[in-house]
């Protein structure tokens, strides 16, 4: 999942401070891939997501 698809330099908040392009975070935004991280993550679940992260790039 990606939490903020649309850059925070174009989100309509923040707009108004946005004086020039940031080519940088417009490419992030497109490629970054969320995993899922937090104490509670058991052992299977780390195996799970490892797993299934090598075989994308094994595909």
Do not use: G, W
């Not at 417009?26 to 891939?33: A, F, M, T, Y």
């Amino acid at each position: 999942m990606i939490y903020y698809p649309i850059p925070i330099h174009k989100q309509e908040a923040y707009k108004s401070f946005s004086f020039e392009k940031l080519e940088n975070s417009e490419k992030i935004s497109n490629q970054v891939l969320s995993l899922p991280m937090c104490p509670e993550t058991s052992n299977d679940q780390i195996e799970y997501i490892s797993n299934s992260i090598i075989e994308f790039f094994n595909a």
